[in-house]
């Protein structure tokens, strides 16, 4: 444990201290605030809901429960099972670039939804796959430069949401489109 332990702290202070610029300190900031993407947001609901009709609202909903249950999952059962302190609270010279934070940080809760919706999204629209795991990429290795999560942590909530995202997508098959009747999904 101590030897994967050394690499993680090794990565970290790779992407935190080695890398750290002016630009990135000003984009990855903006890139991991929840605020920057409402307006993401409200033109992906608009989207699906007027493009697609009910199944759009349907997906719309699926994406909802899916995000409440990886947030809720991931923040108040795994982190708090795992226990892992922040690096932000445990090492002494880290490049902090927000708040730290209260939580606990393994997994990552803004890696676990990123990847819940970019799995989702991916299934959906496979031609943009790409964009939605890109983006989903960049806002979880913004977590490890401004100093809140060990890549470790990121890895970790990658590969959970991914898994509920999935989960998420075979519930929106087999039970949500079964429970409305409707048979196609939006393409």
């Known amino acids: 444990m101590d030897f994967l332990y050394s690499i993680d702290l090794s990565i970290f202070y790779f992407i935190n201290k080695t890398l750290a610029n002016p630009v990135f300190d000003k984009v990855l900031v903006l890139l991991r605030t929840q605020e920057c993407w409402f307006i993401a947001y409200a033109i992906l609901i608009y989207f699906l809901a007027t493009k697609f009709k009910t199944p759009g609202r349907l997906l719309i909903l699926t994406i909802a429960l899916a995000i409440i249950f990886s947030d809720q999952f ?6 708090e099972l795992v226990g892992r302190i922040r690096p932000c609270h445990s090492l002494p010279d880290v490049h902090l670039l927000v708040p730290c ?3 606990k940080s393994f997994p990552s809760s803004h890696a676990v939804n990123n990847f819940t919706l970019a799995a989702i999204l991916a299934y959906f629209f496979p031609q943009y796959k790409y964009h939605f795991y890109t ?7 913004s977590q490890v430069y401004v100093g ?4 470790s942590d990121v890895l970790a909530g990658a590969l959970l949401g991914f898994a509920i995202g999935n989960l998420f ?3 929106h098959k087999k039970l949500i489109l079964k429970m409305f009747k409707i048979t196609d999904k939006p393409k």
Do not use: Q
């Not at 991931?74 to 982190?79: E, I, V, Y």
């Not at 809140?148 to 890549?151: A, D, I, K, N, S």
């Open 74 to 79: 991931n923040s108040h059962f795994l982190k």
């Open 101 to 103: 934070g209260g939580g």
């Open 135 to 141: 983006l989903a990429t960049l806002i979880v290795f």
């Open 148 to 151: 809140v999560h060990y890549p």
């Open 169 to 171: 997508v075979l519930i």
